[in-house]
């Protein structure tokens, strides 16, 4: 290859070709010789008694093969464990059943499930089970779950409050009695249905003569989808093999095993036969988690000159009817910890409650915690600086963490690695010529134009994380990774990860790694994910975690490799091990560059072992097992500028500026790629998506035609700027970029159009924004002020 | 999203098509280009044990010029419409309705006289159909007959077209006179792409640059799609101002059983209907007078 350094370099994707060509292989292209079809029915109320279950109508119909009911599987399925248990967090953990005993707690809680012998025929049968629901109260949203009164859904959590968890630093109390200015607001981070493309599914295969179960499942994480498989269904962990090769995006909501995965896996041993279960689109949208959906309230202390002293946040977290599996740990370590966002607050104190309601359980969504912490402390900025007639610029810069402060021990006691807030501030203003808007923004009021620049100077943790520091956490896992590089005699390598990428792009990144560290074509490098059968362990894809957790132990490993080969290059060449001198794949002696092998001499040679040295086992492989000394933090500063048309209440963007610091950059174009994504999503929020209940507890945002997942023509051409500071936490100076888009996005717009609405009186708004709820709180403020400003000619 | 089971027929010709829609038990339903009817199957919303397919029927297909109209048969899609030298020629405002409509699969698949034997009250085509005064013909087993556009329209999602009968072909009067403009104007779902509301106007002038004639067609706001006729009135024989347009649009809800959703409530609804009545009109008056877009 022609390429001199693949490292920094826009390599093209190696997997679109197959991923957009249709040969990909997703769980729903796995076809085994046999294979039945399972179809669950799910509750249609959001909690009810079941009264009657009666499945013998369905049972007769020929190609059914079986019908399941909770109670047929109890005691043969244990409950969905809970895998995030914060520790002094008085978490209560209902037992959360693949199928309802006797009780549904949210519109699509399984119920039954049918196998047959075709698609068609399971979701025909559903129709013919008979069931008899005795109606409950339902409540859905959390501060009503928790008022007196309220309905109750799991007897062992009083009150529906699942745990009450509190995180703080300094000395808040004084900070607020001593405080100059103090802003108050309300903040509701809707629920957000992640929608992956690929809906979820598995095909279990059930081998007997081995006792062996096998899972093609869509998993961000095969090998904890194993260790929560062997926990729920009995089956040793080592004879269960996960495989999820390609797996459609995930945001989070491919983390969790779910009921239907267990259920599957259920049918397939009971049957002897393969079954497949892939969820429609309708079933995705209630039967896989969401995200989000808080309730916060929000106080921030300052002093008159700007500086922010203290930051006082209660939120009531909606975890849903069950605990999904990392739910606990979302609103609490991933939120909490990071609220003090990229400034020095010395004084905070966050409780946060967890409520069970009737609704689908809540856990990971894409950024998971920190664009709702992140949220927070921007828009709060942004009312401090109204609060004070501060330009929001000033007063952010005024509290930045300063470049020399790093590392920097927050409040929190998280100690954030490297940053220069000013500089990505500086960029992104420069970017959109700041100065110059705002001059067009005060000639535009003037003629009732509503333009609006709002600002996201964010810092984000990532990196999951050093596996000590998830112990403390309550997390039920490590979060450390393995690596094996193996060179084979043929000079190709295979690189095996525990990490799970699902669309992200690192079966390109890693092969630039290692490319670039053995000085291999990339074309001569398989990246082996996604199947517990081939790769030791692995905690998986999650977390902005994949390239500076599993890229770090491919590149310890690598070095290895290289280590290796140039002591058998050294004994080759009948030189001292200390004058082998490695560039782009030669080793050759120092001072006569003619004296060389190359890469693949050297591979072949360690693979066929004639002439080792003394003491050097054969092969050329070697593996890493990596656990982070600290997790890394990312930052950046987001730009939205926006027109806003008073009339209709829509919202324009005109300009998106994007300044990242992800650390050092593998390939540009994909991490470019990964902002563009992720700020997609963010606007999303912003602007268009938000699960919608009714009083009864249905899902009324449940389709497509509903739910609005933004396409590419409600987004704007995002421009993105980067700058590259080197996290000193890892080998590579790492610091991942999956989550930046949606934890900067969302509050860069919201601030815009607040900026914008700011001659209204108007400085904040709930999301989404959509046309009405903006011409809505247009018109509210005119009514309360009495006063109009100027609007456009008609 | 799987279906119940249901029988498909796909006959060539439209004699045999009514002679399957008579002579069957059950649900059967009309499937044109089946971007309204097979997601509502897939849903299990609606049942039909037999679809008559009636997209192989040659002469439901096509368009042709009859004088000062364009007819197109139901079964000609939305890209086939787009395409039409001379639908964009005679009756602009039809091509500015049909690039709004959906996405560019579903009007590759979607089709005239689906989307309006359909009759969604989110469809685009309704308003442009009531402005133009279009003409529907249909036919049934008692022969053809002709209904127009303000008489097809009956309800939400029905019209006045009989069981049996099938809408083949829609009339529609060619706007290309002199000192005349038009223009559609929506406000689209953001994840359906249905319009919320979405506002047909047509402009004629006379010869002092008076409003001669306007109409005016409101789709998405109401239970069905109407002419504002309010708004017509108030501009007839007026010198065309903005002021005169804005008072003219604050008649355009206007009459509408305005729909309330999740996305849009009825009081957000009448006001988008005055919002867009009033922009369309200025867009129409535009072109009439030769300005720009014209």
Redesign the interface.
């Known amino acids: 290859m022609a390429v001199t350094r693949l490292f920094g370099s826009s390599v093209k994707r190696r997997e679109d070709p197959r991923l957009i060509t249709g040969r990909a292989m997703y769980t729903d292209d796995v076809k085994l010789p046999g294979m039945a079809y399972m179809a669950i029915l799910r509750s249609p109320y959001a909690h009810a008694r079941i009264t009657r279950l009666d499945t013998s109508r369905a049972s007769k119909q020929p190609g059914v093969l079986a019908v399941y009911t909770g109670k047929d599987i109890d005691g043969k399925l244990n409950p969905m464990p809970c895998a995030w248990l914060p520790k002094d967090s008085d978490l209560k953990v209902p037992p959360y059943r693949a199928l309802a005993l006797d009780t549904v707690r949210f519109t699509g809680d399984g119920v039954a499930a049918v196998v047959a012998t075709s698609?068609?025929i399971a979701?025909?049968a559903l129709d013919l089970i008979d069931v008899d629901y005795e109606q409950l109260p339902v409540v859905t949203e959390q501060t009503a779950a928790v008022a007196a009164g309220a309905p109750q859904l799991h007897e062992d959590a009083p009150g529906n409050q699942a745990m009450h968890w509190r995180l703080g630093g300094g000395d808040v109390d004084s900070a607020f009695r001593d405080a100059e200015v103090v802003v108050r607001q309300r903040i509701v981070q809707q629920r957000l249905v992640p929608n992956a493309m690929e809906t979820r599914g598995t095909v279990a295969q059930w081998d007997p003569g081995m006792g062996e179960l096998t899972m093609y499942n869509t998993s961000q994480n095969p090998h904890i989808a194993r260790f929560i498989s062997s926990v729920v269904t009995g089956i040793p962990e080592n004879k269960i093999r996960v495989i999820a090769r390609d797996v459609g995006g995930g945001f989070g909501s491919k983390i969790p095993v779910y009921p239907g995965d267990m259920l599957t896996a259920f049918a397939a041993r009971e049957l002897d036969r393969p079954v497949k279960w892939v969820e429609?689109?309708?079933e995705n949208f209630v039967a896989t988690i969401h995200g989000r959906d808080h309730v916060q309230e929000v106080e921030l202390a300052a002093r008159k000159d700007g500086t922010v002293t203290g930051l006082r946040v209660k939120a009531w977290a909606n975890l849903g009817a069950y605990l999904s599996m990392a739910a606990p740990g979302v609103p609490t370590w991933l939120f909490g910890t990071m609220v003090t966002g990229c400034y020095t607050i010395p004084n905070f104190a966050v409780d946060v409650f967890g409520v069970f309601t009737n609704t689908t359980p809540v856990d990971a969504y894409r950024g998971a915690g920190r664009p709702e912490a992140a949220f927070l402390i921007e828009r709060m900025m942004d009312l401090l600086a109204v609060e004070l007639k501060m330009d929001p610029v000033d007063l952010r810069r005024k509290n930045f963490i300063s470049k020399d402060a790093f590392p920097y021990t927050a409040a929190s006691t998280l100690q954030y690695d490297s940053g220069d807030y000013d500089m990505t501030l500086d960029k992104a203003l420069e970017a959109v010529d700041y100065k110059a808007l705002r001059r067009e923004q005060e000639e535009g009021r003037k003629q009732g134009r509503y333009l609006g620049i709002g600002l996201s100077t964010y810092v984000e943790v990532c990196g999951l994380g050093p596996s000590a520091a998830a112990g403390a956490m309550g997390f039920q896992g490590g979060l450390w990774e393995p690596a094996t590089v193996r060179v084979l005699a043929t000079g190709k390598a295979l690189v095996y990860t525990g990490t799970n990428p699902h669309g992200q792009g690192e079966e390109t990144t890693f092969a630039q790694i290692v490319g670039e560290e053995l000085g291999l074509p990339i074309e001569d490098i398989e990246v082996i994910h996604g199947d517990t059968a081939q790769i030791s362990m692995g905690w998986g894809t999650y977390g902005s975690r994949t390239t500076a957790v599993g890229g770090s132990a491919i590149i310890l490993a690598a070095r290895k490799v290289r280590d290796k080969a140039s002591k058998l290059a050294a004994h080759l060449l009948e030189a001292a091990p200390e004058d082998i001198v490695f560039d782009q794949g030669r080793f050759s002696v120092k001072g006569s560059p003619a004296r060389a092998k190359t890469i693949q001499d050297i591979a072949l040679m360690a693979n066929v072992a004639w002439d080792m040295p003394e003491g050097m086992a054969p092969g050329l492989e070697e593996s890493h097992f990596y656990d982070p000394v600290n997790f890394t933090f990312p930052f950046g500063a987001h730009i939205c500028v926006v027109d806003v048309d008073a009339?209709?209440g829509?919202v324009h963007i005109r300009r998106y500026v994007a300044v990242d610091d992800c650390g050092l950059v593998i390939n540009p174009m994909i991490v470019d790629g990964q902002v563009h994504g992720g700020v997609a999503q963010g606007i999303g929020q912003a602007l268009?998506e938000g699960a919608?209940y009714d009083e009864g507890g249905q899902l009324?945002?449940g389709?497509?035609?509903?739910?609005?997942?933004?396409n590419s023509t409600?987004i704007p051409t995002i421009e993105t700027i980067r700058t590259e500071t080197p996290s000193p936490v890892n080998p590579l100076g790492l610091k991942g970029v999956g989550e930046t888009g949606t934890i900067a996005s969302t509050e860069a717009v919201v601030n815009a159009v607040a900026d914008a609405l700011a001659p209204f009186g108007i400085h904040h708004l709930e999301m989404p924004m959509?046309?009405?709820r903006v011409?809505?709180t247009i018109e509210d403020a005119k009514r309360q002020s009495g006063t109009t400003p100027a609007t456009p000619?008609? | 999203?799987?279906p119940?089971?249901f029988d498909y027929h796909a006959p060539t010709a439209l004699a045999d098509a009514l002679h399957l829609l008579q002579g069957h038990d059950g649900t059967v339903k009309v499937l044109a280009g089946g971007q309204s009817l097979l997601?509502l199957m897939k849903?299990r919303l609606a049942d039909a044990s037999t679809l008559v397919d009636i997209g192989r029927i040659a002469e439901l297909r096509g368009i042709r010029e009859d004088g000062d109209a364009v007819v197109i048969g139901a079964t000609t899609t939305y890209r086939d419409i787009l395409d039409s030298a001379v639908v964009g020629r005679r009756v602009p405002l039809l091509v500015d309705t049909v690039r709004q409509i959906g996405d560019m699969q579903v009007r590759s698949r979607g089709t005239i006289g689906g989307s309006l034997a359909h009759a969604d009250p989110g469809g685009d085509l309704p308003a442009t159909i009531l402005a133009v005064d279009a003409q529907m013909t249909a036919a049934g087993s008692g022969g053809t007959r002709t209904i127009a556009a303000r008489d097809f329209f009956t309800g939400m999602l029905t019209t006045s077209l009989n069981e049996g009968e099938v809408l083949t072909s829609v009339r529609l009067p060619a706007l290309d006179q002199a000192r005349t403009g038009s223009a559609y104007l929506k406000?689209r779902h953001?994840?359906?792409g249905y319009a919320v509301v979405g506002v047909a106007a047509i402009v004629r002038l006379a010869a002092d640059g008076t409003c001669q004639e306007a109409r005016v067609g409101v789709t998405g706001a109401g239970s069905q799609a109407m002419r504002a006729g309010g708004v017509e009135s108030a501009l007839q024989g007026k010198a065309l101002d903005?002021?005169t347009?804005?008072d003219a649009a604050s008649h355009a809800a206007e009459g509408l059983d305005l729909l309330s959703d999740?996305?849009?409530?009825a009081e957000?609804r009448g006001?988008?209907a005055q919002?867009l009545t009033?922009r369309a009109l200025a867009a129409a008056v535009a072109r009439a007078r030769g300005g720009p877009g014209a």
């Open positions: 698609a068609y979701h025909d429609t689109r309708r009339d209709t829509e268009y919608i009324i945002t389709s497509m035609m509903d739910y609005t997942v933004p409600q959509t046309p009405e011409w809505r000619g008609r | 999203m799987y119940a089971e997601p849903l406000h953001p994840a359906s903005d002021a347009l804005a999740p996305y849009a409530s957000f006001h988008l919002v009033r």
